[in-house]
């Protein structure tokens, strides 16, 4: 039962059945987060300021690489610069997923002078692709936040370049970005990395160790 | 895409959508919250003790800026003073929520003596109208909790004109009042700010900083 | 729109209602819990073992005051002598609801040996009837734990009379025990009194005060 | 009301409904938890790498009880030998649930050193076959994670030797084991479980005691 390989419609969907998922499990609230696919060169983007709890596949943008509209009539996030470096960076990557949830903005916050949410000893690193053991150290870098959107662009771009083995990157006291060569993958990294932040958010912020 | 301004019977059934979703979420039990629109003169509201697990448009009691019932069957709640010093203290407001959470109560709590819950440094700020950056701090105003509507409404307002700012005030152990110029713009801000009490909440409460 | 009282059939309906809801929330796991309603002298109680997540009217038994079976064909759980003590001390009493939850066992186990969970200075205690104030403090009672349900209705029936205003008990490590004049007044009380549970909990849970 | 044996179409429609309501909870994030009812020497298993979102009966693969594929064309999971070893050394056992959550992940990491999670004195420990009194202490073997599963299946058959009494066994920082002599069973065993690592755990992360 090898899975064909998804058409752009079929990506569409998911990545609108994704967000509304996340809406529902409050990691995207008050219209924050992104998702986008990509097929070649064109870019299906969420436009800024929708509600994701409702989204639907004629909301979404179409761009170029270079963040240049083709189709839609929403307004593109800010953030699209960093969608467009992710796709350019990682040029197997088919899907990305921005949330803002409560143990990612936590972990960020508390690790973002060490540059980096250090993850270990856990079976579900297996989630990420390429893993193959518990016996592995994730390390999530963390950029620090910023409204300016063409140095932030910069600096994910050099992040991507030096942390090549990376599932995603936090941007400080913000969100997750994780991406993967298809929805269901990026999905599933983004499954993974929550629940791990969860995981050791409830550790480090509890009394014990 | 500029979305046409929503009719008085879409902002309704928005209002209910609202309601029944933060019932969903435990953010009104036990009959509690209270739920408003506005069109001119006339507000919308919701009665005093109905379950908002079921809110349908039909349950909304009319009536006027000065709480004079309109139209409507069932008995206004005695918060429906705050509702309409709301509406005249803030001339744009057409939507008020009130909801009753884990975290908003908790944060009400401990920081009711000094007036109100400082929130600082995360993105998601950036859901509330007119922040445009991370680096804004949100003074959320705390009222003293008080059986006497009629002070309390007046202590209210004595707020909203020395706090032209706010995005909403509490009320200790008891709840948060947000507003905005549609049931989108204040159920975006109800989903920052409860967010952000949460995020708060967490980081405050635990072991950590 | 004073509402006219439900029939049996229509709170036998609400009873299962709010019984599927209270185990989507985690409230009845692994087939805990047990709910009833009464008329005159019949009460419709849930057997032993039965997953509440799929409750329907046709699965509750019928029994009398005593506790003798009148209709259906399943087994009485252990606790239904708990049920007829609670509607002989409390006449009014039309509905009773028994939820095993997190935040009630953690307070029950806390402060079994001072005897019951003070509540106090919340306004979402006004969900409880009889009270118009969050300036109010609700104790409420602790019985310890035991598998003698002889002993335990002795425990209950006493801890009842002495505690003429408790809308609540909770028995150690177990559960809670509420009641009221309708499913929805039970309800309500319910919804009330885990929301505190879950706050006080979380506030003594901490490293706050 | 004695409930007829079911049917195995039965019983697979009720894995993947417990799957997909696993899913729904969070305890099968990113495509982890495998899920299995056996008829005679017949065992429907879930395949690796599925979305358990959305499983059907048509995704299980048929196996003997040495782990040889009999009919359907997915991949067998790695841990697909930890089933098979449950399931000869509990011949009464029809079904294995195998879950990763917040809580189990925690107390599994908490406690691997002592080799087991003790509870002790809840009610819900009567979730557990056999269990007639909160005054019973369960301990949960805990067995080092690994990724080499002969091995591992090895381990597990010795703690399921050793702990005759056991309801589940816990893989270090990686997730529960459970099992019933019906899918119906086996949830409730889960159930409990679940319910009982979320209070301790949350008594023993908080500040207290």
Sequence with gaps: MVPETPSIEQEIDQLCTTARACYARGWVPATSGNFSVREGNRIFITPTGLDKGTLAPADLLAIDLEGRALAGSGRPSAETSLHTVIYRERVHAKAILHVHTIWNTLLS????????????????LKGLSGVASHDHTEHVPIIENTQEYAELAEHLRDVLRSNRDAHGV?????????????????????????????VEGRRLFSHQD
């Design 109 to 124: 916050g508390k690790f973002v002078s060490t540059g980096h949410v250090p993850l270990h000893g856990y079976e579900l």
């Design 170 to 198: 936090l941007l400080s006291r913000h969100g997750l970005y994780t991406w993967g060569e298809s929805v269901a993958e990026a999905r599933r990294h983004l499954e993974a990395l929550e629940f791990l932040f969860e």
